[in-house]
């Protein structure tokens, strides 16, 4: 690793936990980090107990205080440089990324530009949470309304993102004057090192941002939750975990922002331009390998257009290019683990035993290891697993439907509601459909629709609160008000 970076200082193998890079915790225990796509150990991380965690968060405690006296200005500015540092050094922390956790180099790039997109939208957000004034409800009376950080924030993160969506909870924390202890996924703990030593380097204060690795994320959860100084926990992961957390934090009322599982529809309505949405669903489907929670995971095409659909989505699909991230023309990596190649493949046999058809791919791929065929399923009906549960990889369910309120209620009958798109020009029924599907974001015309502008989040049993856009920074503060007698 060390030889691909042109910082090596930015490849870590320390915990970052209360202001000191710690090579051990209190147990003395350390994990490995392997790299996906060829199984090589990347690096040794400390495997960080609860009593570690509790030293992060009374640090993070005190240090809070003092940071949310510091004038707005001064914390974006700190974000701003932290922004400059991670496009300064994104080709090294995309090598970083690709290593732990194998998506293509260009798309690891992508992801630490998207990441940087949060610092620099919070570094500028952070000067604009504004309060109010409210006539008071009596002559003698003045109302105010301040906006103030939370205070300890705890943050869990997935391996699929390893650096946006810790990127994307850590900014609007700090850029609010709260304080952050992080625990990344045990598989990908490099990208989140890497970025608290650029935040360090940016000048953000000691114990403002602690990166707790360890393998043993449910004793570290239980810390985050049942820990009074925290006020706040952030979880980007499955809907089972967040069911968890949320239970545990329920006994100190703990605020949780959630970010889970999805299980995304794609409509094509036949009067769609078919080109433009199969570039949609290979974006939408194929991106990260199908590994994210926004991934299509149903595609519903009407009748009238199916077959031409499916053919023309399977030449896009042979184009593909499956391997090492870092080899050139690469467009797909490797998943993640072996249970994540399992649950694909149970989701294929199930499939076909159940009637439906391969069009294209439905193997692990001649590579071996965690490779995988792009693949694509006709003939998919509602009973089978791929409509219900998320797949996480590459594999397209081609479901076939008659009428507009058919698909609606199909793409509704589910307990998530992440994100949903559709194809079609005709803008009564946009509007109709867009209004219809239960989902947190729809795309319209497109695969792809994440971006800081915007608020990116679930309704139903996808989660709760809005990362990114002016929404982002509200689950950060908590409202007092104000009532004088004058
Ligand atoms: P994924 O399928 O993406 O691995 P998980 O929800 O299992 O989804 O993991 C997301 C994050 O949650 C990871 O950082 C993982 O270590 C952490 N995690 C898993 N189980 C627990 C738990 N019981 N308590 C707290 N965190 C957990």
Not at 229 to 252: C, D, H, N, P, W
Request: glycine content about 8%; some cysteine.
């Amino acid at each position: 690793l060390l030889s691909k970076l042109r910082d090596p200082s930015l490849a870590i193998d320390k915990a970052l936990v209360a202001g000191q890079w710690v090579s051990k915790g209190e147990n003395g225990r350390t994990f490995d980090v392997t790299n996906p796509s060829t199984g090589e150990l990347v690096a040794t991380l400390p495997d960080l107990s609860r009593a570690d965690a509790a030293r992060a968060i009374d640090a993070a405690y005190k240090a809070q205080k003092v940071w949310a006296k510091r004038t707005a200005k001064e914390r974006a500015s700190i974000l701003r440089k932290l922004y400059d540092l991670m496009v300064a050094n994104a080709d090294d922390l995309a090598t970083i990324l690709t290593i732990e956790m194998g998506k293509p180099l260009a798309e690891a790039k992508g992801e630490i530009l998207y990441g940087a997109s949060y610092v620099e939208w919070f570094a500028e957000e952070a000067k604009r949470v504004y309060g109010d004034t409210i006539p008071g409800h009596q002559p003698d009376k003045r109302i105010i309304v301040l906006k103030q950080p939370i205070g300890v924030v705890a943050a869990i993160t997935p391996w699929n993102f390893p650096n946006a969506m810790l990127a994307r909870k850590f900014a609007p924390a700090v850029a609010a004057g709260c304080a952050i202890v992080s625990k990344p996924a045990a598989e990908t703990p490099l990208s989140a090192l890497s970025l608290a030593l650029l935040a360090e380097r940016a000048g953000l204060p000691a114990s403002i941002f602690s990166v707790v690795t360890s393998r043993d994320s449910a004793s570290i959860g239980k810390e985050f939750t049942e820990n009074e100084k925290v006020r706040k926990l952030t979880f980007t992961g499955s809907t089972g975990v967040g069911k968890i957390l949320m239970r545990q934090g329920a006994e100190q009322i703990m605020k949780l922002g959630l970010e889970l599982g999805g299980n995304a529809p794609f409509i094509v309505f036949d009067d769609a331009d078919v080109d433009a949405a199969v570039e949609g669903a290979m974006i939408s489907k194929y991106r990260n390998n199908g590994q994210t929670c926004v991934c299509a995971n149903r595609l519903y095409v009407q009748a009238g257009i199916y077959d031409l659909f499916a053919t023309k989505l399977a030449e896009k699909v042979s184009t593909i290019k499956v391997g090492d991230g870092f080899e050139p023309g690469v467009s797909a990596g490797p998943l993640i683990t072996e249970k994540a190649v399992a649950k694909v493949e149970e989701h294929i046999a199930d499939a076909l035993q159940k009637g439906a058809k391969v069009e294209i791919g439905g193997k692990p791929d001649a590579k071996g290891g965690l490779f995988f065929q792009p693949t694509i399923l006709t003939d998919v009906t509602s009973d089978m697993k791929v409509a219900r549960e998320e797949t996480f990889g590459p594999v397209a369910p081609l479901f076939r439907f008659e009428t507009e309120e058919e698909v609606i209620e199909m793409a509704n009958d589910t307990e998530f509601g992440l994100a949903s798109y559709f194809y079609s020009k005709d803008v009564s029924k946009i509007f109709r459909v867009a209004e219809e599907l239960e989902y947190g974001m729809v795309g319209i015309n497109t695969g792809l629709i994440s971006t800081e502008v915007a608020p990116f989040g679930g309704i139903k049993q996808s989660g709760q609160g809005r990362e990114g856009s002016k929404y982002g920074i509200e689950d950060y503060v908590e409202i007092k008000y104000l009532c004088f007698s004058i």
